[in-house]
């Protein structure tokens, strides 16, 4: 595996980890704590977008 195929799993792991973050927050926890679960999964989604960035860069 090259470095361009880790960045690329690493993006869909960082996506499906943001993913289920969002949906524990909107769904299981409907509190308080639900809104963070829903700010670090879109800082997941953040990370996500940078790595994909940087696919074909480094």
Do not use: E, P
């Amino acid at each position: 595996m090259n470095k361009n195929t880790i960045l690329g799993w690493a993006t869909f792991i960082m996506v499906l980890m943001g993913l289920l973050l969002i949906g524990l927050g909107a769904f299981r926890y409907r509190d308080v704590s639900g809104w963070g679960f829903v700010a670090v999964g879109v800082g997941f989604f953040s990370i996500a977008w940078v790595f994909n960035a940087l696919k074909g860069r480094v």
